[in-house]
């Protein structure tokens, strides 16, 4: 007996001892889903649902495995989708307990050795649907991971950047937006299209708060802080557009990446460091001298974006920025919302026209119309 166990005894035998205390059982661990080792020692595992596992291993690994020879991947259930992820992080030697038959292709294209205790035919997921003829693991990777932040904007708020609830806006006697809900995530990308008129500026134009809703409200959410909301949008949201500062301006471009800073409470050296690092990761900073009345189309959406990086905002609204860019320079411009986004979790909402110019794996594709938002989109 020890007093881990029972209460201090009684002093004497006719006192009646009292109940004995223990500790309460452990819950139960939830069951590991994921699990990669090397030889005997395990590197991760993951309790997680759906792709979110594999998803977080990537994360955890920064990049594909340099020397995937000694790592094994034990993923309960396996797909096309979780095939197309494994394949893209390096891993070439997988075990699972249930394996599809749409995942195989992607194992034997890949040389990536693998058991299961058993094969189905399919697996029922969307997700799978969508990646049914998809080749390529790194367009599988946006594909995925564009559905995965939508998902988590919707269920759980600690995620979102942004959250448009029961919006409508009236101007005149026009219901421009009527009633939208619109949580958007971190680092998510969304797509935005609809005809000319349809109110995706106004759309944009709410969210900055330079609209104010009619009825519903718009919150932003502090990274930093999680679920806290923000009232203000000032320093929070980017906005580029297609003539963002006058062409007549005897300004140079590092000055217009200067106006980011403008206004914050920051040291000359820090408002010089957040200059230089906007324009360096928007790849501009060989530009900083040249006259910005002087560049191409694409340099001034790099500069602009630059700018926005300079302030520091966590959201980025574009409205039809690839508008009057030759086509190489309208791929590198999404090029770089990309990385953005995936690198910095910086939340990208573009509005244009030009959706076909766009390659929309890794994007959110809603449809303005009527004033309502509505999928258009294979990240749905």
């Known amino acids: 007996m020890s007093q881990a166990d029972f209460r201090k005894a009684p002093a004497s035998a006719s006192e009646s001892a009292p109940a004995p205390s223990f500790a309460p059982a452990p819950a139960p661990a939830p069951p590991v889903v994921l699990q990669l080792s090397r030889g005997p020692q395990v590197l991760y595992t993951d309790t997680g649902a759906w792709l979110h596992p594999l998803l977080n291993l990537t994360r955890f690994l920064g990049d594909p495995l340099q020397d995937p020879a000694d790592h094994t991947l034990f993923d ?39 058991s299961s205790d058993r094969v189905v035919d399919r697996i029922d997921c969307r997700t799978e649907e969508i990646l049914a003829d998809e080749h390529d693991p790194e367009r599988a990777f946006r594909v995925i991971r564009a559905r995965a932040l939508a998902a988590l904007a919707r269920s759980e708020p600690s995620h979102r950047a942004l959250s448009l609830d029961g919006v409508s806006v009236v101007r005149g006697d026009s219901l421009v937006l009527d009633d939208i809900d619109l949580p958007v995530g971190r680092g998510e990308k969304l797509l935005i299209t609809g005809a000319n008129g349809a109110g ?3 759309l944009l134009e709410t969210i900055m708060g330079i609209v104010p809703p009619s009825r519903g409200s718009v919150t932003l959410y502090h990274r ?19 003539a963002d500062v006058s062409g007549s301006l005897p300004i140079s471009a590092e000055e217009v990446v200067t106006i980011g800073v403008a206004a914050a409470r920051a040291s000359r050296r820090e408002k010089r460091e957040r200059v ?45 920025p690839t508008a009057s860019l030759d086509g190489v320079a309208k791929g590198e411009l999404v090029a770089l919302l990309e990385d953005l986004a995936h690198q910095y979790e910086i939340t990208v909402i573009l509005v244009t026209h030009e959706a076909h110019m766009i390659d929309r794996s890794g994007w959110r594709h809603l449809q303005l119309s009527h004033g309502t938002l509505s999928a258009a989109g294979a990240a749905e």
């Not at 891993?91 to 294209?109: A, C, K, L, N």
């Not at 959406?301 to 300079?310: M, S």
Request: hydrophobic share 45%.
């Open 76 to 114: 309960t259930i396996v797909g096309r989708a979780a095939a197309l992820l494994i394949v893209r992080l390096g891993i070439r030697r997988v075990h699972t307990e249930t394996m599809s038959r749409r995942g195989i292709p992607v194992f034997d294209r890949w040389d990536v050795a693998w």
């Open 200 to 202: 995706k500026t106004t």
């Open 224 to 242: 930093s802080t999680g679920a806290s909301p923000v009232v203000s949008a000032a320093g929070r949201i980017g906005y580029v557009n297609q």
């Open 276 to 320: 230089r690092a906007g324009m360096e990761a928007t790849g501009c900073a060989a530009l900083a001298p040249r006259m910005y009345r002087t560049l191409s189309g694409g340099e001034k959406r790099r500069v602009t974006i630059a700018r926005c990086l300079a302030q520091q905002a966590e959201i980025l609204l574009l409205d039809e």
